[in-house]
Nanobody, 126 residues
Framework: QVQLVESGGGLVQAGGSLRLSCAAS????????MAWFRQAPGKEREFVSA???????????YYADSVKGRFTISRDNAKNTVYLQMNNLKPEDTAVYYC????????????????WGQGTQVTVSS
């Protein structure tokens, strides 16, 4: 069983930055794919970013087009934590951000991830 706890959300002005954290329990964190999704009011959940183990010390990150160049996903396996650095935030980034994990799946379909956090609110004012 893996438990995920997000933190770091808040209110920020457009153009500002936030860093989200997701702390995971479990001893096999380093090989799990970790992802961030978000859900805005009245909208469906959407993929934001993911990072998966590529073998050895290689980790591969990928992003939704809407955040590419502005968001950066990273992980610290020693701390069992994955981060989402969000720069140049826009009002359309306002959403609840969720962390997800899976031992096998690393794609963009949220329903395929086995483990989810409770979410953290990000609000970007114009």
């Amino acid at each position: 069983q893996v438990q995920l706890v997000e933190s770091g959300g808040g209110l920020v002005q457009a153009g500002g930055s936030l860093r989200l954290s997701c702390a995971a329990s479990g001893r096999t964190f380093s090989t799990y794919a970790m992802a961030w999704f978000r859900q805005a009011p009245g909208k469906e959940r959407e993929f934001v970013s993911a990072i998966r183990w590529g073998g050895g010390n290689l980790y591969i990150a990928y992003y939704a087009d809407s955040v590419k160049g502005r968001f950066t996903i990273s992980r610290d396996n020693a701390k069992n934590t994955v981060y989402l650095q969000m720069n140049n935030l826009k009002p359309e980034d306002t959403a609840v951000y969720y962390c997800a994990a899976d031992p096998l799946y690393s794609g963009t379909h949220g329903e395929e991830y086995d483990y989810w956090g409770q979410g953290t609110q990000v609000t970007v004012s114009s």
